[in-house]
């Protein structure tokens, strides 16, 4: 069993940027893939970002070159950098791992998922 907790979210005006944190409770999560999800009100929700066990990342096309995802496994932790928010990216953010190292962009493929975090951008 692995719980997460996100940390990092508030709100920013448009322009401005966050870092997301998710601690894992698990001591070694290198061998889980990892992933940021977002939920906006009335909306379905939406892959952002994923992490492999290494280093190979994808992201959604709506956030390529704004947001980055990175991870540290010494601190069991990952992260998601968004920069040059704009009011779409208001939503609550996920945090997800799965187990197996392939990153993968599909919610169901994840096992476990944080509470998630909101973040609200202003115009």
């Known amino acids: 069993q692995v719980q997460l907790v996100e940390s990092g979210g508030g709100l920013v005006q448009a322009g401005g940027s966050l870092r997301l944190s998710c601690v894992a409770s698990?001591?070694?999560?290198?061998?889980?893939?990892m992933g940021w999800f977002r939920q906006a009100p009335g909306k379905e929700q939406r892959f952002v970002a994923a992490i492999s066990g290494g280093s190979t990342t994808s992201y959604a096309d709506s956030v390529k070159g704004r947001f980055t995802i990175s991870r540290d496994n010494t601190k069991n932790s990952l992260y998601l950098q968004m920069n040059s928010l704009t009011p779409e990216d208001t939503a609550v953010y996920y945090c997800?791992?799965?187990?197996?190292?392939?990153?993968?962009?599909?919610?169901?493929?994840?096992?476990?998922w944080g509470r998630g975090a909101q973040v609200t951008v202003s115009s």
């Open positions: 698990r001591r070694t999560i290198s061998a889980y893939a």
């Open positions: 997800a791992a799965r187990v197996g190292p392939a990153v993968v962009t599909t919610p169901n493929l994840y096992n476990y």
